[in-house]
């Protein structure tokens, strides 16, 4: 079982940054390949971000590139999405996952509980 806490959220202006943090519970977090997603309103949630077990690579979405970068410490049990340039299209609730080995990371085992981002123009 892993419990995922997500941070950082807010509110911040078009061309602003925001960094999210992802807090997991447990001792076998570097098992786990994690992933950021996120939800619009009225809209499916869908895939940002994900990094291997050990951070050696990581896949972004082609909106995110350039503009947002995920990393992880595996010693604190954390990981974390940059998000830089933001657009009021970036608005919405982003969610940190878990998927363990042999698990695509699209299909997490769990979730945090989402943390929201507001983009003004």
């Known amino acids: 079982q892993v419990q995922l806490v997500e941070s950082g959220g807010g509110l911040v202006q078009a061309g602003g940054s925001l960094r999210l943090s992802c807090a997991a519970s447990?001792?076998?977090?570097?098992?786990?390949?994690m992933g950021w997603f996120r939800q619009a309103p009225g809209k499916e949630r869908e895939p940002i971000a994900a990094?291997?077990?050990?951070?050696?690579?990581?896949y972004s979405a082609d909106f995110v590139k350039g503009r947002f970068n995920i990393s992880r410490d595996n010693a604190k049990n954390t990981v974390a999405l940059q998000m830089n340039s933001l657009k009021p299209e970036d608005t919405a609730v982003y969610y940190c996952?878990?998927?363990?080995?042999?698990?695509?990371?699209?299909?997490?085992?769990?979730w945090g509980q989402g943390t929201q981002v507001t983009v003004s123009s």
């Open positions: 990094i291997n077990l050990s951070g050696s690579t990581t």
């Open positions: 996952a878990a998927a363990r080995a042999g698990i695509s990371w699209r299909r997490p085992d769990y």
């Open positions: 447990g001792r076998t977090f570097s098992t786990y390949t």
